[in-house]
């Protein structure tokens, strides 16, 4: 791994890489018709991800965001897992910035003493899929979400994690 890569919690100073990184991957990489527009959270991170047990969490490589990862909070000790995106370049074996964003942000539930975190995703985020199911994450049924989950349009596959608070 190169010691360039970091990763930390997200500061309004990185939005617009934000926006354009998650943008690039929905629009030009997965062709899903969505826009900045649509996802009015970017514009307000730190109210919408960044309070209770939620947090917003960027990969950084030489000054320029290559990762996401956040944390809305749902209630009842859970969160939801939401824009987890890394740029093309960035994911495999040889950066692990997936599994780095991943994991720092476990390790934030743990410490908040979170329960559970739960996520939906698209069909055809099939790496995703196979990432998550990697990671302990089990494949459940949209009827087993907690009430409080927010779920998206494009959300067709659901997982969860069972958190082990220490």
């Known amino acids: 791994m190169n010691n360039s890569l970091v990763i930390k919690e997200y500061g309004k100073e990185h939005q617009i890489q934000v926006v354009d990184l998650i943008l690039q991957i929905q629009q030009k990489e997965y062709n899903i ?17 960044q309070t209770g047990n ?6 950084v490589y030489n000054k320029k965001v290559v990762g996401t990862i956040s944390f809305l909070d749902i209630g009842g000790n859970q969160v939801a897992l939401r824009k987890m995106f890394v740029d093309k370049e960035f994911r495999g074996s040889t950066f692990k910035t997936a599994s780095l964003l991943l994991d720092r942000a476990i390790e934030w539930a743990e410490e908040k003493s979170v ?45 969860k994690l069972d958190v082990n608070v220490t």
Request: net charge negative; aromatic share 18%; hydrophobic share 40%.
């Open 54 to 59: 939620g947090n917003f969490w960027i990969a």
């Open 115 to 159: 329960k559970a975190i739960i996520l939906g995703t698209t069909p055809q985020f099939l790496a995703a899929h196979r990432f998550y199911e990697k990671n302990g994450f089990a494949s459940i049924s949209p009827n087993e979400l907690p009430e409080s989950f927010p779920v998206l349009q494009v959300d067709k596959r659901f997982y």
């Open 33 to 49: 018709p969505i826009t900045k527009d649509d996802q009015p959270d970017l514009f307000a991170i730190e109210d919408f991800y």
